[in-house]
Every structure is written in C-alpha cells, then in structure tokens.
C-alpha cells in the first residue's frame, strides 16, 4: 500500500501504541489521538504525532480527521466491570465517542474505519466457537456498548457509503499489558502478584476458558483490514484465537500459587474464536501459542517491572 495518511484513537494504550508502531514501520504518516486517561505518552513511537483529545469532544475531535486516508478507533473505557459500576460515563465514551468517529469520518471521506468491538458482545453461548452470525448476549454494558458501535458502523457503512469494519478481538495480552489496575486483565494481574511473592487470585472457580490474542497477531489483524479488498464494509470479524485455554492454564504458565475468590460480575464463561471469515476475508489466522506468548509478556514484564509498579 501507498504512503497514507491514518488516525489512530487510543493510541497511547496498549493495542493502539502497538498498531501505531506497526503503522509508523510501514511508512505511514500517524496522528494519534487520545486523552491519556489510561493510555501513556511514553507508548508513542517517537514519529507519531499526540494530540491530548477526547474523542466526546466532536468539534475538537473533527479538526483533526482533515486529509486523513484511514481511521483505526481503539479509544474506549475498554473494562467489563467499569461499565458495570459506571454504565453512564462509559456509555457517552463507548458509544457516542464512537458514533463521533463515525460522523468526522464521513464529514471528511476518509476511505475506511476499521472499528474496535468485543468478543463480549457474545455473552454466553450454547456452542462454541464463536461465529459472527450467532445472536448477541451482551452481559454487561460494556458488552452492550461495543454492540451498539458495531451497529452505528453498518449504519454508517449503509447510509453514508463510509466503509467501517468492525473487529472483534478476543482476551488480548503481551507487552505493555496494563499491570497495575484493579481491572487489569488476568495476565496482568498474576505478573504484578507473582513479583510481590503473593499468590495469584483467581475470579471463580479458574476453568472459565478464553480464546487469548497476542498483541502482535492482533495488529496484523487491524493493518489486513485496512488494507484487504474483500472488505466493503459493515462486517463484523472475529479477531481471536480458535484454541481455547482456562485461567487455571494461564495461571500454571506464571508458575505461582493460586486462590480463589468470587466470580467477576458480568463475565462470559467461555469463548472461543471462529476465524474462518477473518481467513477468507483477511487472509488472517492467530500464529503465536499461549505459552510462547506469555512468556514474550514475562520477559517484558521483568525487564521494566520497576518503572511499572
């Protein structure tokens, strides 16, 4: 692909610093809008361009999509919980941050938004692998937000002709995972334990099972998006991985003891990707292993551990 133009919203957290980095390496001009609540300046390859903006500013947020080829928007209060206690704030961020995109997107004909959703929009299902065309059971506002951003992007794609595909990427990890939040993602959560010589707590009984993403598999993902011309607009794609691994499993990888506490409000029980359609549409399937993946976050994790905690 030529040299392009592209925004990326939320790209100072941790999957958006990573596809900015990608995009800067294939030699595309990147702008990077976020408001760094939870994103860091320091994740921001040093040849984007930061602009501190919040993406429920809509006429701030606009001046910035000028000229732009291609939008990537991650921005979100990306945490089951958090919208369970907050569904309010995260409503305005997940879903009107979301339809702003949108809507300065189109004022400004970009060529495509590759949007980011959830596999939380599955809730629980009869069967696994998850399948796109299989009814949503969102179980938590967060769940329910990335849904409503998954239909305002067909909308947008069917009324407006503004190409947005929606991802739905499944339990991300690897470097740069947040660490020191009380939302953290398990993995972060048993890194930061084990180095305080402190068990790992385990939500519920452990044998909840997820279908975890590398980092990197998942940019992939997000750049063959961008770029495939099977993509027209309004899909939905799985963004995961089709082998299923249990928290217990994840927990025996960082190789520390474990308790249990309550189950988490709101969390699915199973998932599991089907990636059929991101093969044939994206040409996409996951390459790293769990085990091989954890250990590229451990490594990582030990050697800035004390610049994190």
């Given at each position: 692909?030529?040299?392009?133009?592209?925004?990326?919203?939320?790209?100072?957290?941790?999957?958006?610093?990573?596809?900015?980095?990608?995009?800067?390496?294939?030699?595309?001009?990147?702008?990077?809008?976020?408001?760094?609540?939870?994103?860091?300046?320091?994740?921001?390859?040093?040849?984007?361009?930061?602009?501190?903006?919040?993406?429920?500013?809509?006429?701030?947020?606009?001046?910035?999509?000028?000229?732009?080829?291609?939008?990537?928007?991650?921005?979100?209060?990306?945490?089951?919980?958090?919208?369970?206690?907050?569904?309010?704030?995260?409503?305005?961020?997940?879903?009107?941050?979301?339809?702003?995109?949108?809507?300065?997107?189109?004022?400004?004909?970009?060529?495509?938004?590759?949007?980011?959703?959830?596999?939380?929009?599955?809730?629980?299902?009869?069967?696994?692998?998850?399948?796109?065309?299989?009814?949503?059971?969102?179980?938590?506002?967060?769940?329910?937000?990335?849904?409503?951003?998954?239909?305002?992007?067909?909308?947008?794609?069917?009324?407006?002709?503004?190409?947005?595909?929606?991802?739905?990427?499944?339990?991300?990890?690897?470097?740069?995972?947040?660490?020191?939040?009380?939302?953290?993602?398990?993995?972060?959560r048993f890194l930061k334990l084990k180095s305080q010589n402190?068990?790992?707590?385990?939500?519920?009984?452990?044998?909840?099972?997820?279908?975890?993403?590398?980092?990197?598999?998942?940019?992939?993902?997000?750049?063959?998006?961008?770029?495939?011309?099977?993509?027209?607009?309004?899909?939905?794609?799985?963004?995961?991985?089709?082998?299923?691994?249990?928290?217990?499993?994840?927990?025996?990888?960082?190789?520390?003891?474990?308790?249990?506490?309550?189950?988490?409000?709101?969390?699915?029980?199973?998932?599991?990707?089907?990636?059929?359609?991101?093969?044939?549409?994206?040409?996409?399937?996951?390459?790293?292993?769990?085990?091989?993946?954890?250990?590229?976050?451990?490594?990582?994790?030990?050697?800035?551990?004390?610049?994190?905690?």
């Open positions: 692909m030529q040299k392009a133009k592209i925004l990326v919203t939320g790209g100072a957290g941790f999957i958006g610093s990573h596809l900015v980095e990608k995009l800067v390496e294939l030699g595309h001009d990147v702008l990077v809008i976020d408001n760094l609540s939870t994103g860091k300046k320091e994740n921001v390859h040093p040849e984007a361009e930061l602009h501190q903006v919040d993406i429920c500013d809509f006429e701030t947020l606009s001046l910035y999509f000028k000229g732009v080829d291609f939008v990537f928007h991650l921005a979100a209060l990306p945490r089951v919980l958090v919208s369970v206690q907050d569904p309010l704030t995260t409503s305005k961020v997940n879903i009107l941050g979301a339809i702003n995109v949108f809507e300065a997107s189109r004022q400004n004909s970009v060529k495509r938004v590759v949007n980011t959703s959830s596999s939380s929009v599955y809730g629980n299902q009869k069967t696994l692998p998850l399948k796109e065309d299989m009814v949503p059971n969102p179980l938590s506002p967060y769940a329910a937000q990335k849904l409503a951003g998954e239909y305002f992007a067909k909308l947008y794609a069917q009324l407006y002709s503004l190409p947005v595909v929606s991802l739905r990427p499944f339990n991300v990890y690897g470097p740069r995972i947040d660490v020191n939040s009380e939302y953290s993602l398990a993995l972060g402190k068990p790992l707590t385990i939500e519920g009984d452990g044998e909840q099972t997820r279908g975890y993403c590398f980092v990197g598999d998942l940019v992939r993902a997000f750049v063959l998006a961008m770029e495939s011309q099977k993509v027209k607009g309004g899909e939905v794609i799985n963004a995961g991985s089709d082998k299923a691994y249990s928290i217990n499993y994840l927990a025996d990888l960082i190789g520390k003891e474990k308790v249990y506490g309550p189950a988490r409000q709101g969390d699915v029980r199973h998932t599991k990707a089907d990636v059929s359609l991101a093969k044939e549409l994206l040409g996409w399937e996951p390459e790293k292993d769990l085990a091989e993946g954890v250990e590229i976050t451990k490594k990582w994790f030990e050697k800035n551990n004390s610049q994190l905690t």
